[in-house]
């Protein structure tokens, strides 16, 4: 007897289509020697590690973007600075690169032309395609424009929120404040009331200086706070951004 004498002809089907699949969905790897910049990303599938997605939010938060990849195969997500942040740059690429996460080549400093013509020096890096990223991408994109997820009070940790200051944070009088000038009021609403309820963190809107742009100010009764909770992940090089 055959090995499918004992199947009927539905039942041969049905494990024809399986077998099918698994070829389809099984990346094969030639040598026994498999290469992660080498996977599509419709084979990166996670789970992710939860201080990754930390580090993914507080960026957003700031000025890193994220892109989908045509027919959905996947997202990856941008990381820059101005070239005098390389240090901190060089901090972040290593996290990602040593978890797996981007090409291990180090980020060099690029130049490109900034609003009236004055040329800008940058570090930036990327990181690998991912489809199990797709999830964060739609929490964070609504028709290619980034925007405040209702909810970031789930994923504010205090690592986000050290990420977030390193990004994108100023020292202002004895307070601090954040460059929201992309995000609506009501985007800006949901981080205030996410730093609140997460951190006891005091905060408020501010105008940015022009129609429909803000910023958010950290009250200085709350500092000292804000310090305890985010010190232990701030690297040496931005502290000064809470000196």
Known sequence: MSLWGGFNKPQMYNLFLIYLSLLLITPIYLNN???VNKLKGIYRIGPHNKDIISIIFGSLLGGAHGEKILLGVGTRFSFYQEAVHVKYMLFLHKLFSELGYCNSKLPVI???LGSKGKIRKIVRFSTWTYTSFNWIYDLWYNNKIKHVPECIDQYLTPLALAIWIMDDGAKVGQGLKFFTNSFSYNDCLLIIKALNSNFNIKASIQ?????DQYIIYIWKESMTDLINIVSPYIVPEMRYKLN
């Open 33 to 35: 020697k498999p290469k």
């Open 207 to 211: 105008s940015a200086g022009t129609k």
């Open 110 to 112: 690029t130049t490109r």
